[in-house]
């Protein structure tokens, strides 16, 4: 089996008899609404990726993990000259992805559920699907002959892991994201350290999530993938500066697991696009022509903007014409439209202030306990939640040119909420679609409902707490202890403490822990921290279901 890296998600994967593309992203025209592109530059593998599906002696599958715009390129897909390949997607309960392919040109379209298996000469695929309305994602798990390579790409179901290598045996190449992907903090209001403070917290957390998957696999070589992209628009530029960020380079990571993994177990190399695996030997051969690395990404990130300045500049000048007040009043039709949808309003305890550019003449509120959406020129409150963006990004999404999820990854918009306190309900509002805020909202009632529990224990105590995250569903028998006192969740790294009824450390929601020993512990009795900045956690010593 020989894997070339296609930069950012992409896989090429190569066998006697199959071709396996992954998560292809190779168009100029970057993701989000041009807010992020791939780094380093892989467009020119686009002409490998044809050739390869023009293959006649072997079979061709081409894979695509989720929506999102780096891992489903549109513009790439719909260019394909030959079509002679299985294009194999997620069937999420979300009908967009359908809609959008339902009728594409190929030889065999395949909608995939979870855990479903696909043949394919000399092996086959396994689907792993999390549907947990706000992720969506998938993995995928191709084997042939006695090598396995399992690509977890950006899915979180890190608690799924235990089944997957039960299943389908020994993985010998892993890969899966190990960089940052997301508006908090990077588009919120906060003071310059704070920002690192979270961003450093959020960095080594991922890193520890990789190397625990890393711990539970024992895979011969990890490839870290889906890293950190970058940003060419002047509104953007200043995140390839920041010297510290949720977007750390590969190297990193790589240093972060010379320290953490046992020495000369998991082979991590650093590939670039263009790069050849050897999955049999497991040795890469090195063909990118140019490699980026610390000691030059300044410059490169330089000379590629320089190549998008006449782009931005032409786009800046087409967004002149988008009349605020216009698309405030458009907006606030949209924002009742999601509002009247989301049945657990009551719960969200401070109102939305939403403000199109600088100006407040076309600031919007939206009252949750009301259900009331309507212009203000003030903002009274001194707790409260604020999204302010330009007219123009607004308007696209409002166009239907953008989803909310896209519009919240492009980061051209600035957040700031009062108290510092994360709203699973207020994050569903704003980044997801109108028809998908209900399902939500029926699927965070389903897992309150569920009452299996499990039994731990932690630092000498027993508890027994809900199995299941109240956040998306993961499954909390595969946490791990942290400090003595907090269970982990496997998929988010939410933290929940045990010394107080299990409440998460960063908002209201809760796994009902119970102690059942006799005996407690001072919950503000000083504990010793381990060594590890990234606190790797105690492994639960017992696991029950019940």
Not at 9 to 18: K, N, P, R, Y
Not at 61 to 88: A, C, K, M, Q, W
Not at 437 to 453: A, F, K, S
Request: glycine share 4%; charged share 25%.
């Amino acid at each position: 089996m020989h894997i070339t890296y296609l930069g950012h998600a992409g896989f090429l994967v190569e066998t006697s008899e199959a071709i396996v593309i992954m998560d292809p992203w190779l168009s100029p025209s970057g993701a989000f609404d041009a807010s992020w592109f791939q780094m380093p530059r892989n467009h020119h593998l686009a002409s490998l990726v044809h050739e390869k599906l023009r293959d006649p002696r072997r079979a061709t599958y081409l894979y695509v993990s989720h929506e999102h715009r780096d891992h489903l390129d549109i513009d790439f897909l719909n260019g394909l000259p030959v079509r002679r390949f299985t294009l194999l997607l997620p069937a999420f309960s979300r009908s967009a992805l359908s809609s959008q392919f339902s009728s594409y040109q190929c030889r065999q379209l395949v909608f995939f559920q979870h855990r479903q298996q696909i043949p394919i000469p000399g092996g086959y695929l396994r689907f792993y699907v999390d549907d947990s309305q706000l992720n969506r994602d998938s993995a995928v798990l191709l084997r042939n002959g006695d090598t396995a390579f399992l690509n977890l790409n950006d899915c979180k179901l890190f608690d799924t892991l235990p089944e997957i290598v039960a299943e389908d045996g020994p993985v010998k190449i892993f890969a899966c994201q190990f960089s940052g992907a997301t508006w908090h903090p990077t588009c919120y209001e906060y003071e310059r350290g704070k920002y690192e403070s979270i961003s450093k917290k959020k960095s080594l957390a991922k890193f520890e999530s990789v190397a625990k998957a890393i711990d539970l696999i024992r895979p011969a070589v990890y490839i870290p993938s889906a890293g950190p992209v970058c940003f060419l628009d002047p509104m953007l530029q200043h995140l390839n500066d920041e010297p510290v960020n949720i977007f750390p380079r590969a190297a990193k990571v790589i240093d972060y697991f010379k320290r953490r993994l046992p020495a000369g177990r998991t082979y991590v190399p650093e590939m670039m696009p263009g790069d050849i695996l050897d999955a049999d030997l497991c040795v890469v051969t090195e063909l990118a022509e140019q490699r980026v690395e610390e000691r030059n990404v300044v410059e490169y990130i330089a000379d590629y903007a320089k190549d998008y300045k006449a782009f931005f500049e032409e786009r800046a000048l087409a967004h002149k014409h988008v009349s605020e007040f216009v698309t405030a009043e458009a907006l606030r039709l949209e924002l009742e439209s999601k509002l009247a949808h989301l049945s657990l309003a009551d719960r969200v305890a401070v109102p939305l202030y939403v403000k199109l550019g600088s100006s407040e003449d076309s600031m919007l509120r939206v009252d949750f306990h009301r259900r009331v959406v309507e212009f203000v020129s003030e903002r009274p409150e001194s707790k409260y939640y604020e999204l302010t963006a330009p007219a123009w990004q607004i308007d696209k999404v409002l166009a239907r040119a953008l989803t909310w999820e896209e519009f919240a990854l492009t980061f051209r918009l600035r957040l700031k909420r009062i108290p510092d306190v994360y709203d699973p309900v207020l994050h569903a509002f704003l980044v997801m679609e109108a028809e998908d805020v209900g399902r939500y909202c029926d699927l965070i009632l389903e897992l309150e409902g569920q009452e299996e529990r499990i039994s731990i224990e932690a630092d000498g105590q027993r508890f027994t707490v809900r199995r299941f995250c109240p956040h998306q569903g993961g499954d909390l028998s595969q946490g791990w202890i942290e400090q003595g006192r907090f269970l982990v969740c496997p998929r988010h790294r939410w933290q929940f403490d045990l010394l107080s009824s299990g409440q998460c450390t960063t908002n209201s929601m809760s796994i009902h822990a119970v102690c059942i020993d006799s005996e407690t512990h001072n919950p503000n009795e000083p504990r010793d921290k381990p060594d590890d900045s990234a606190d790797r956690g105690e492994p639960l010593v017992t696991i029950t279901g019940g």
